[in-house]
């Protein structure tokens, strides 16, 4: 912070000074940071890489001296200021920095971050955190990829398709060719819904409901949601992308292909396809869910409380009430979260005399763990120390006040 002050104060002394000569402040500005971006002290360069993408009325000179800069090398954390340099590019050059950006990816020079910490993790502490702790973003912790991703057009396509097919950052590159690629992209992307890394196969679930290629698009989805020993979070990414495909309405079969996979043996497929034609409208995904919910698998349990919430199913609220007196503290606090998105505000004393009995039960199986059963028996059957009771008790009480349905 100390350093961070001296620089700006450095920096308003130099504008004083350049106007005190007759020359423009912001020049003067300009000309300290291009200095600084050219120098070897790494926090002056990071600095002045970010700063400079303040000044457009001088992109013309900016503009080369940051692309330059891109292949000079620091003795501490040259991918924080490759990123840096990456987003003033992008606010001063727009479209016209993806290939030079690519043509780094391309060089193998670093472009992640070797200083900085993005705090990128979510950590979901109730039902309603999971939505958003399951969303697939490889943009987080890398801006320079992210800039590539906002300023793409289909003439990068190529360029971009060419570091895929090296292996290089395949995950974010497979996302942005799905977002701005012309239908027979398609094709491509698919071809690595079979790769090793699972972030690879969770972008090609991304990528195929941003292209505009459903008939190629389904197919796929359908595989990657319905393979019993894929990983889950992909078979998520691909649910959420038939979902978003479904409210289209361009895939008039979509519906019958999900039904056929309620008849599957392996529970996860059941319940993301039911999940899927919940989110979709369709009576046989609540009717899969509400008989999920009294599966024998606490975890299949708390996964179909929490859909049939998310989907805001009131025929359920009897199936839910009896889901807050469940052995499994994650299936209550799941239904915790689902009567709070139904909106029914004379069940808040229901979920308020839950919360405590769910209370005592968790300082019961806390006194099993002191006593020696391991926490993942536990957390296994019990969903013990899954979600914070008191907080999702209060997400739901708000989201009664506000009306229901909001996560």
């Not at 500005?29 to 970010?50: F, H, I, N, P, R």
């Not at 197919?219 to 992909?234: A, T, Y």
């Amino acid at each position: 912070m100390r350093r961070l002050l001296t620089c700006t104060l450095l920096v308003i002394l130099l504008g004083f000074a350049g106007a005190a000569n007759g020359q423009d402040p912001a020049q003067a500005t300009v000309q300290s940071l291009l200095k600084d971006l050219k120098g070897s002290e790494y926090e002056k360069a990071q600095a002045a890489a970010s700063d400079l993408g303040n000044f457009p009325q001088f992109k013309a000179q900016i503009v080369p001296a940051l692309l330059g800069a891109l292949n000079q090398e620091w003795d501490h954390c040259t991918g924080d200021i490759r990123q840096a340099i990456g987003t003033s590019l992008a606010r001063l050059a727009g479209k016209d920095a993806v290939f030079p950006l690519l043509k780094l990816l391309q060089s193998g020079k670093t472009v992640e971050h070797d200083c900085a910490e993005c705090g990128c993790c979510f950590l979901g502490y109730t039902p309603g955190d999971v939505f958003t702790a399951r969303n697939f973003d490889p943009f987080c912790e890398n801006s320079l990829l992210a800039v590539i991703n906002a300023q793409a057009d289909p003439s990068h396509l190529k360029a971009m398709a060419d570091l895929v097919s090296q292996g290089k950052w395949k995950p974010e590159l497979l996302i942005t060719i799905g977002k701005v690629g012309i239908p027979r992209y398609a094709h491509f992307i698919s071809r690595y819904k079979d790769d090793p890394e699972a972030s690879v196969r969770m972008a090609v679930a991304r990528a195929l409901r941003l292209i505009a290629n459903e008939q190629a698009a389904v197919p796929v989805l359908i595989q990657l949601l319905s393979r019993g020993n894929e990983e889950f979070l992909v078979r998520w990414e691909a649910s959420e992308s038939l979902i978003a495909l479904g409210k289209r309405g361009k895939v008039p079969s979509l519906k019958d292909r999900l039904n056929t996979l309620l008849k599957e043996r392996d529970n996860a497929t059941v319940l993301l396809a039911a999940r899927s034609l919940a989110a979709l409208g369709d009576e046989a995904g609540f009717l899969k869910l509400r008989e999920l919910a009294a599966d024998k698998d606490g975890k299949i349990r708390s996964e179909a409380v929490l859909y049939l919430g998310e989907a805001a199913d009131a025929k359920a609220k009897p199936i839910l009430i009896k889901s807050l007196d469940d052995e499994n503290l994650a299936v209550r606090a799941s239904a915790i979260y689902a009567l709070g998105r139904i909106g029914d505000a004379s069940l808040i004393p229901t979920l308020e005399r839950a919360f405590q009995a769910s209370s005592v039960y968790q300082d019961e199986l806390a006194k099993r763990l002191k006593a020696g059963t391991a926490e993942a028996t536990l957390q296994q059957q019990y969903g013990y120390g899954t979600y914070d009771l008191r907080e999702t008790l209060q997400e739901a009480i708000d989201t009664i006040k506000r009306g229901g349905k909001r996560n």
